[in-house]
């Protein structure tokens, strides 16, 4: 048995390397991606229809992400749906080109190559559009769109589209579609005990980035703030440099903490949240019919994600249970008392408003936005 597994590997090694040595590193992905990399016979056929696709395509699109094309299983990012979904609602005519797994860059890296045009298209954090577009920024402050329905409500309203886009738009970009991914949670490393109540997290030090507002808040609810650079989190968590941290379950598993953590609380504060976007310029360039079908695209594969969510989440919890982290959902009771210590209503919070809404009135509306259920449904935790 054994043996059959080693032969089995080699020959999906030996046909990745010869579809990647030939060019077709998105055929040698996409066959990978649908097991088919086993058969000299399959993959081959994979490579004859990827090329065929590219020849026949009027635009190539490239397509960059953080994230290998497995992680969806744990971390719904919805790489190769989208891929497929925007071939097939434009006939053919773009030819989507992935470069998954950090190739091109992740992050801020991203976002830059994307205003510059060097790719057309990438995903990455919301908070990375912050710099080009602050308002964007105000998904990070705490209970305004932390659930799941809340921060889908506002990011496909009108009022978002109204008061974000056209900063987003001035900067050089598109903004596709946003991916939910899961809200933020509080997870403490090994040893340490369940914060169930923001008292739970006095003398924590917690791993935050460089958000000020995430900083402001975990002192808010009785953190120690520790910035430590995403890079070196890990480390800092096993050496008790950190205390805590707060990604998502989909992200705690795909980053590889889950033998390094105890308990996992779901305090639903902020959003983990994604965002694909578009370099501006190639997209307006593109004919009407091209552009209606990348846009139709970005909505099928807004769907695949929001109904993916709870699967997600279900395998990333079930491989952290197995390695025997602890997990707490919230009354709504218990809820409250954390949005009373840190929420956004709190007054502490009135300068962050006006800077990155620009005024008291703006925000008032996308409060409401955010509060008002659309047309789609998220599961929750």
């Known amino acids: ?17 010869k579809l990647a040595g030939t060019g077709s590193f998105t055929a040698a992905l996409v066959a990978g991606a649908g097991g088919m990399l086993w058969s000299e016979q399959a993959a081959a056929q994979t490579a004859k229809e990827e090329r065929e696709r590219e020849q026949a395509a009027d635009h190539t699109m490239t397509l960059a992400t953080a994230y290998v094309l497995g992680a969806s299983r744990s971390y719904p990012i919805m790489q190769l749906d989208l891929k497929e979904n925007i071939q097939n609602a434009t006939n053919g005519k773009v030819y989507v080109k992935l470069a998954p797994g950090g190739q091109l860059g992740a992050g801020g890296a991203l976002v830059q190559a994307v205003q510059a ?18 308002a964007a920024d105000l998904i990070n402050m705490p209970y305004f769109c932390g659930s799941n329905q809340r921060f889908t409500n506002l990011v496909t309203s009108d009022a978002w589209k109204g008061e974000v886009h056209p900063k987003i738009e001035q900067a050089g970009f598109k903004a596709l579609f946003y991916i939910n991914i899961d809200p933020r949670v509080v997870a403490v490393r090994k040893g340490g005990n369940a914060v169930i109540t923001p008292g739970d997290m006095s003398g924590i030090k917690f791993r935050v980035p460089g958000s000020k507002m995430l900083q402001q808040y975990y002192r808010l609810v009785g953190a120690n703030p520790t910035p430590v650079a995403w890079g070196e989190t890990p480390s800092a968590i096993k050496q008790g440099v950190a205390d805590a941290l707060d990604p998502s379950v989909g992200a705690l598993f795909v980053f590889g903490f889950k033998d390094i953590l105890s308990h996992v609380t779901f305090t639903q504060a902020v959003p983990d949240s994604q965002v694909y976007s578009m370099n501006l310029e190639w997209f307006n360039s ?3 019919d091209v552009q209606e079908g990348i846009e139709f695209a970005g909505e099928l594969t807004s769907h695949q994600n929001l109904a ?21 959902s919230l009354t709504d009771d218990q809820l409250a008392e954390w949005q009373a210590a840190g929420g956004y209503q709190l007054p502490d919070w009135d300068e962050f408003k006006v800077e990155l809404a620009g005024s008291m009135d703006v925000f008032a509306k996308l409060e409401e936005a955010a509060g008002t259920k659309g047309k789609y449904f998220v599961h929750d935790a």
Do not use: W
């Not at 048995?1 to 390397?17: A, G, I, P, Q």
């Not at 990438?122 to 602050?134: K, V, Y």
């Not at 993916?308 to 982290?325: C, F, N, Q, W």
């Open 286 to 288: 593109l004919p009407a």
């Open 117 to 134: 045009g060097t790719i057309q298209c990438a995903q990455h954090s919301l908070s990375n559009f912050a710099p080009f577009a602050s």
């Open 1 to 17: 048995m054994e043996h059959k597994d080693k032969e089995l590997v080699s020959t999906e090694r030996r046909n990745f390397l």
């Open 308 to 328: 993916k969510v709870p699967s997600a989440r279900t395998y990333a919890m079930a491989e952290l249970r197995k390695a025997g982290v602890e997990f707490h």
